[in-house]
């Protein structure tokens, strides 16, 4: 049961980790957008 629940821990972490990092990065473009 471990083994399954660090399994889907790892595939929910693969699935949030590229929306969080694009998230980020469409905050810092529209900071960059402001500044300049």
Do not use: Y
């Amino acid at each position: 049961m471990s083994d399954e629940a660090s399994v889907e821990s790892w595939l929910m972490i693969g699935v949030f980790n590229p929306i969080i990092l694009v998230l980020i990065a469409a905050v810092l473009f529209h900071f960059l957008k402001k500044i300049v």
